[in-house]
């Protein structure tokens, strides 16, 4: 299983774009990357899924360079409900034979 | 709506004593997981099935024990209760994409 690094926790103001970045090194060639955000007191959430390049969708924008050891997860104009664990997690996308790894996470607080 | 409901959501129980733990899948899901989470060690996966009469070790599964006799749930039973085990716990389910997984609410357990 490919290990990610993230940072334990960032600080962010209100309204401000953030970026989290994971990196992971030994990633293989059939590992999609994957966050994860989990809310106090609830269970984690899928928010984002890519392999390469660029993927966005309504919650996040995912940036993977093309040699893919490191990805972003990017959210723009956090408000004070975007106070929350984001978790990188980085295996084979659907065999099923490997299960995902959950690290610690990155902790964002968002400040007003 | 399809869900994924965990109970009990509160528990405190003795040392040795039996505890099963219930997560139920409306979602029809081939696939379902047991999480523990403590401050300081994320997400850890105890046991995980991937069908109808198949489980498998994670990474934590010492103590623990699963068994799935339907497609809808994932019994956790901790065989006897340690002070080590106490923590929240969560189910999870996927389809084939094991990679998007949804979380139940969560069960926190207290040995005392």
């Known amino acids: 299983l490919a290990k990610t690094t993230q940072p334990i926790s960032m600080d962010s103001y209100e309204g401000q774009e953030v970026n989290i970045t994971c990196s992971h090194n030994?990633?293989?060639?059939?590992?999609?990357i994957t966050w994860y955000q989990q809310f106090p007191s609830q269970g984690p959430r899928f928010i984002i899924q890519?392999?390469?390049t660029k993927v966005t969708n309504e919650v996040a924008s995912l940036f993977i360079p093309a040699d893919r050891k490191s990805s972003t997860l990017s959210l723009p104009r956090v408000s004070l409900s975007d106070t929350a664990v984001y978790y990188c997690l980085v295996g084979d996308r659907g065999t099923g034979n490997t299960p995902l790894v959950f690290g610690k996470g990155t902790r964002l607080s968002v400040i007003a | 709506d399809a869900e994924i409901t965990q109970s009990p959501r509160h528990k405190i129980t003795e040392t040795g004593r039996q505890v099963t733990l219930a997560c139920h899948q409306t979602?029809?899901?081939?696939?379902m997981f047991w999480y523990r989470q403590d401050l300081g060690h994320g997400l850890r996966l105890i046991h995980y099935?991937?069908?109808?009469?198949?489980?498998n070790k994670g990474e934590v599964s010492d103590g623990y024990s699963v068994s799935r006799s339907n497609t809808e749930d994932l019994p956790l039973t901790l065989e006897s209760a340690a002070s080590s085990q106490t923590s929240v716990y969560f189910c999870?389910?996927?389809?084939?994409?094991?990679?998007?997984?949804?979380f139940g609410p969560g069960t926190r357990l207290t040995v005392t």
């Open positions: 099935s991937y069908g109808v009469h198949d489980t």
């Open positions: 999870a389910s996927s389809d084939h994409r094991v990679y998007e997984q949804y």
């Open positions: 030994n990633i293989a060639t059939n590992d999609y």
């Open positions: 979602w029809n899901h081939n696939n």
């Open positions: 890519g392999y390469k």
